[in-house]
């Protein structure tokens, strides 16, 4: 009976276990991390949000004026009512920018600075404020002021929040026609980018050519160069004086034609990449059923290998949709007067001062590149759900016809890469295209040019070095934190969330967010502005989600019961983590070290409002020496570039096969 009673009586909550050192250290780190991502990401697209919203514009109701010609103080009247008298600002030009002033004398059709006359102004409510000399005046009593004293008065506009930025961006047509500049190039670029990549991808999997190895490494030099550099190539290919002008049959590369190109240079590798992995996946049994079916290589093809690789060409498009609208160097070269958004927000933050402006502009490219994001995000997770354990590899059988005919796609692709790279090595060799063709080195003399010198140039192999480092680091961490944690489900969830946001943010919005946060005096980061150390947080946080993905990728692979058993051994996780974790994932370490290397050297868009004077990169020095017209210059450094990140990779590939030899000898059976 007792032991009958025993068994049937309820059993109450389970207590949940009691914390270690390990796990509040390891939550420590994961926090300390998840507070870096909030500092440099979510905390600067909060500023950049706010400052979209803020509409500035000049209150005359809120001024009152007073003048004395001798004969005494004039009523006190608003600086509206004088300006309905004299016409002189239309209420157009009340609308203006943070930074805007307007004179006081303005509304004075008859002022003087030598004459006597005498003036008074005051604020008389709002939060109106205006400057006089160099003091900032906020107060509402009356100040006085001589004549000459008057003329350096300055109204100051008065914020206020709402939509009205965003209905002067959309009411303004050349601005509004950037949207659909972007989204047009943006979807050619896609279409073609796609296609010409499973091509390749087609042909280095499903075919016996020869040469694949060869045809690889070439495909994938676009990465490691700027996106200014295609449009470079295409100038001295196509423009004015171009080589072969004539191929273009009138029409001009500046514009969607020499973008829509340049895009497909500068995306075909991330495409390749994607898209090559679907193929690799697909299953044999489904090509033996098909062929026992009698069914044609037509058939196979489109009802077959189409379906099949489906997740991965939706995913490649969505990819380079991003980041064909995001791209920012390539328009800038080569884009003459077709407007895009990226450009716009350089134009309205360099050119114009607007700062508000840029903001709209970066909200609204933040749109395409969000949308984008989350389908492929959505598309990458149906794509695992495919995979089956049965799953038998395709290999493709002989077939000559098919073998020949995908090597001379792949040949007619390599040599449109390799033919950009060599034209504008070609260009930074010749003195002075088209009147002086001989070779010489005269144009790597960046000293005597714009751009920064060859200081930009060691500039930017220090941030990439510190960018490597540091994020390795931080990522690596966090990652092996956020993946080896028991519990703490929410906060894990929450740092997730944030490891994926920084693939969403196009460069250009980061780097203009950077200028909102970190460059108010009343952050206590503020030091940090115009410094080396921004150009590296910068940086790590615009390539954190890929190098996340990479970790937490090669930590699913260690069996848990490594914890398990240091757990048991009563081990600090510290022991494990520099033992064990670190050998084993050293592979995916040294991959996101080179990749933040790589990524660092050639970005512009996320840095370009960042540097300063001593601070300028050689990516920057591009762009800098195209605006000042010294084109060949401006291709010696792209080549410099491509040098050294070729260079890194081969350092790279050198540093992996000597640790692996020493620290994955446990793989080989």
């Known amino acids: 009976m007792s032991t009958a009673a025993s068994t049937d009586a309820p059993i109450g909550p389970l207590a949940k276990p009691k914390l270690s050192r390990d796990d509040w250290i390891m939550r420590g780190f994961m926090i300390a991390i998840a507070l870096y991502l909030l500092v440099t990401l979510a905390f600067p697209l909060y500023a950049i949000m706010s400052k979209s919203f803020s509409a500035f514009a000049f209150d005359l109701s809120t001024y009152e004026l007073q003048e004395d010609k001798g004969q005494g103080w004039s009523n006190p009247t608003t600086a509206a009512a004088l300006n309905d008298q004299v016409k002189a600002v239309n209420q157009q030009e009340l609308n203006t920018d943070a930074n805007g002033r307007l004179p006081a004398v303005t509304f004075f059709p008859d002022f003087s600075f030598r004459a006597k006359t005498m003036y008074r102004l005051r604020n008389s409510g709002g939060g109106a404020v205006f400057i006089a000399g160099s003091e900032r005046i906020s107060d509402s009593e009356w100040h006085e002021f001589t004549s000459n004293e008057f003329r350096n008065v300055m109204l100051r506009p008065s914020r206020s929040l709402g939509l009205q930025n965003y209905v002067t961006y959309f009411s303004t047509p050349a601005l509004f026609r950037s949207i659909q500049n972007s989204l047009f190039i943006a979807l050619i670029s896609t279409i073609i980018t796609v296609s010409l990549a499973f091509g390749f991808a087609y042909a280095l999997t499903r075919t016996l050519m020869p040469f694949k190895g060869v045809f690889k490494l070439i495909a994938m030099v676009p990465i490691l160069v700027p996106s200014l550099l295609p449009g470079i190539a295409l100038v001295y290919l196509f423009g004015n004086q171009g080589m072969i002008n004539g191929l273009l049959m009138g029409h001009s590369i500046y514009g969607p034609i020499g973008i829509v190109i340049g895009s497909v240079f500068f995306t075909f590798p991330h495409a390749l990449i994607i898209i090559t992995t679907a193929l690799a996946i697909s299953d044999a049994r489904l090509y033996e059923a098909a062929t026992a079916l009698r069914a044609s290589p037509w058939k196979i093809f489109t009802t077959v290998t189409i379906p099949g690789a489906r997740y991965g060409l939706i995913s490649a498009a969505f990819v380079v949709f991003n980041l064909v609208i995001t791209d920012f160097g390539l328009p800038k070269v080569i884009g003459g007067q077709y407007n895009v958004l990226a450009v716009?927000?350089?134009?309205?933050?360099?050119?114009?001062?607007?700062?508000?402006?840029?903001?709209?502009?970066?909200?609204?490219?933040?749109?395409?590149?969000?949308?984008?994001?989350?389908?492929?995000?959505?598309?990458?997770?149906?794509?695992?759900?495919?995979?089956?354990?049965?799953?038998?590899?395709?290999?493709?059988?002989?077939?000559?016809?098919?073998?020949?005919?995908?090597?001379?796609?792949?040949?007619?692709?390599?040599?449109?890469?390799?033919?950009?790279?060599?034209?504008?090595?070609?260009?930074?060799?010749?003195?002075?295209?088209?009147?002086?063709?001989?070779?010489?080195?005269?144009?790597?003399?960046?000293?005597?040019?714009?751009?920064?010198?060859?200081?930009?140039?060691?500039?930017?192999?220090?941030?990439?070095?510190?960018?490597?480092?540091?994020?390795?680091?931080?990522?690596?961490?966090?990652?092996?934190?956020?993946?080896?944690?028991?519990?703490?489900?929410?906060?894990?969830?929450?740092?997730?969330?944030?490891?994926?946001?920084?693939?969403?943010?196009?460069?250009?919005?980061?780097?203009?967010?950077?200028?909102?946060?970190?460059?108010?005096?009343?952050?206590?980061?503020?030091?940090?502005?115009?410094?080396?150390?921004?150009?590296?947080?910068?940086?790590?946080?615009?390539?954190?989600?890929?190098?996340?993905?990479?970790?937490?990728?090669?930590?699913?692979?260690?069996?848990?019961?490594?914890?398990?058993?240091?757990?048991?051994?009563?081990?600090?996780?510290?022991?494990?983590?520099?033992?064990?974790?670190?050998?084993?994932?050293?592979?995916?370490?040294?991959?996101?070290?080179?990749?933040?290397?790589?990524?660092?050297?050639?970005?512009?868009?996320?840095?370009?409002?960042?540097?300063?004077?001593?601070?300028?990169?050689?990516?920057?020095?591009?762009?800098?020496m195209d605006d000042a017209g010294d084109v060949a210059p401006a291709a010696a450094m792209g080549m410099m570039i491509f040098y050294t990140n070729a260079a890194a990779r081969l350092i790279h590939l050198a540093a992996s096969r000597g640790l692996m030899a020493r620290t994955q000898a446990w793989r080989v059976r």
């Open 344 to 624: 716009d927000i350089y134009k309205q933050v360099i050119g114009q001062q607007n700062f508000e402006m840029g903001a709209v502009v970066s909200v609204v490219l933040l749109i395409p590149a969000l949308i984008a994001f989350s389908v492929d995000r959505a598309v990458q997770k149906r794509q695992v759900a495919l995979l089956s354990a049965r799953s038998v590899p395709y290999e493709p059988k002989p077939d000559r016809k098919v073998d020949m005919s995908g090597l001379a796609f792949c040949v007619i692709v390599a040599i449109f890469i390799l033919g950009l790279i060599g034209v504008c090595q070609y260009a930074a060799l010749i003195k002075f295209w088209p009147y002086d063709l001989s070779l010489g080195l005269s144009n790597y003399n960046f000293d005597v040019m714009d751009g920064g010198g060859w200081d930009s140039y060691f500039n930017s192999i220090r941030m990439a070095l510190m960018t490597a480092v540091a994020g390795t680091i931080i990522v690596f961490t966090g990652s092996y934190m956020v993946e080896k944690t028991q519990g703490f489900t929410y906060g894990r969830g929450l740092f997730q969330l944030l490891a994926m946001l920084p693939m969403a943010i196009p460069g250009m919005v980061l780097g203009l967010a950077y200028i909102f946060f970190f460059n108010d005096p009343a952050n206590p980061l503020n030091s940090i502005y115009g410094t080396m150390a921004i150009l590296v947080i910068c940086s790590v946080t615009h390539f954190y989600t890929v190098s996340h993905l990479t970790a937490v990728t090669a930590l699913k692979q260690m069996d848990t019961e490594f914890e398990s058993v240091n757990a048991s051994l009563k081990q600090p996780f510290t022991k494990l983590f520099a033992r064990v974790t670190v050998p084993v994932c050293m592979p995916a370490i040294l991959d996101i070290s080179i990749y933040l290397f790589v990524n660092a050297m050639t970005t512009v868009s996320a840095l370009v409002f960042l540097y300063s004077p001593d601070t300028s990169l050689a990516s920057i020095a591009v762009l800098n």
